[in-house]
């Protein structure tokens, strides 16, 4: 597996990261801790087909987590790794929607929330289940495999 992943690398990428191990710099002033969506550049299909599709429902999953997530769930389809993804916590559902999008046939999502529970966390706008799965359909209408637990404090 080790030799797979070094072959997914692109050959640019790796002399980058040798040329900041060569230099001791752990990492780099020109990296950043998260890319904001105004500044990504040209947009390619993750962008303009996904995230700008869920950027307007609330919550904290950015550009970088959906590019993270989007090649994580990729790379295991790849690999041949099958079964349910499972989110504890979803909001109103911003990853949930990504995680929905990566589905193979015959898997499922599984939510577990509290919704629209009494919870120490305050939240103006509390999700409820109807709205995450209104948010999920916008990506994956065909999509019926959606497991919601609600959980109570």
């Known amino acids: 597996m080790k030799h797979t992943l070094k ?14 191990q060569g230099k001791g710099l752990e990492r780099s002033v020109h990296l950043r801790e998260s890319t904001r969506y105004t500044d990504i550049g040209e947009a390619g299909p993750l962008i303009i087909d ?11 999953f950015n550009v970088d987590d959906c590019g993270h997530f989007f090649l994580v769930l990729s790379y295991q389809s790849a690999m041949g790794v099958k079964g349910d993804l499972l989110e504890i916590g979803s909001y109103h559902g911003r990853s949930t929607v990504l995680m929905a999008k990566c589905l193979q046939p015959g898997e499922r999502i599984v939510v577990c929330d509290a919704f629209e529970s009494n ?17 999920i359909k916008r990506l994956n209408q065909e999509l019926e495999k959606i497991v919601l637990l609600f959980t109570s404090v």
């Open 119 to 135: 919870t120490d966390d305050y939240y103006a706008n509390k999700p409820s289940p109807e709205d995450l799965i209104s948010n």
């Open 50 to 60: 996904v995230f700008s599709r869920i950027n307007d429902i609330p919550g904290w």
């Open 7 to 20: 072959q997914l690398v692109p050959k640019s990428l790796k002399q980058m990261i040798r040329t900041y």
